[in-house]
């Protein structure tokens, strides 16, 4: 039985490696995942990682749902203009939506309601159907524009939560920097993890 539904969508932004870390993560953690990326998304991640994703969704699916060993049915990703998806529909909104990571371009097209794609459209649902919009930005430094975005959408209710890892856990990995903030991610979206001892803990509790 999975125990949340969430959109996870990435984006061209750099730092691929947190969206794929926090996949990995939802499908471990018994989620149900609807999956959509951007062309350039694809292109960041077989840039910065060792993945070599295929251009078809449907594809991407397969190569990640056995990456990730996913249950049958339990990932399911979807193309951009594929208005079908349930994601589409306030009717069928899943639990929370994560944009990671999140351009500024995506950030903007939020902001104001585009829905040109089905990427945009997923978020304006969140949206409008009140459910959580967590955008995970990955841009420095920020123009007024870009703040002026992320204050709209805050006032709005989502949660603007930038790839900023931070330092007190005494990270010797990347791949610990990038777990702070899958780590994160899953607090805000009420999943239970393991990834991290909380501040004040030690990991052997």
């Known amino acids: 039985m999975t125990q949340k539904t969430i959109t996870?969508?990435?984006t061209g932004a750099s730092g691929a490696?947190?969206?794929l870390r926090l996949l990995e993560q939802l499908i471990r953690l018994d989620c149900q995942v609807y999956l959509l990326m951007s062309r350039p998304a694809l292109l960041v991640i077989n840039t910065e990682t060792e993945l070599k994703l295929p251009s078809r969704m449907q594809e991407v699916q397969k190569v990640l749902a056995d990456r990730y060993q996913a249950a049958p049915g339990q990932l399911q990703a979807f193309e951009r203009e594929q208005w079908?998806?349930?994601i589409a529909s306030g009717s069928a909104v899943a639990d929370a939506t994560v944009v990671c990571p999140c351009t500024t371009a995506t950030l903007s097209a939020i902001a104001c309601g585009s829905s040109r794609t089905l990427i945009e459209r997923a978020a304006d649902v969140a949206l409008k159907e009140r459910k959580k919009l967590i955008l995970v930005i990955r841009e420095?430094?920020?123009s007024e524009i870009h703040l002026e975005n992320m204050l709209k959408l805050a006032r709005m209710g989502s949660i603007i939560l930038?790839?900023?890892p931070g330092f007190y856990n005494c990270p010797t990995s990347i791949d610990e920097l990038i777990d702070f903030m899958v780590a994160?991610?899953?607090d805000h979206l009420d999943i239970e993890h393991e990834l991290l001892p909380r501040w004040g803990h030690s990991r052997s509790g």
């Open 162 to 164: 930038p790839a900023n």
């Open 8 to 10: 996870l969508i990435m």
């Open 84 to 86: 079908m998806a349930p």
């Open 184 to 186: 994160r991610i899953l």
């Open 140 to 142: 420095t430094p920020f």
């Open 17 to 19: 490696q947190y969206g």
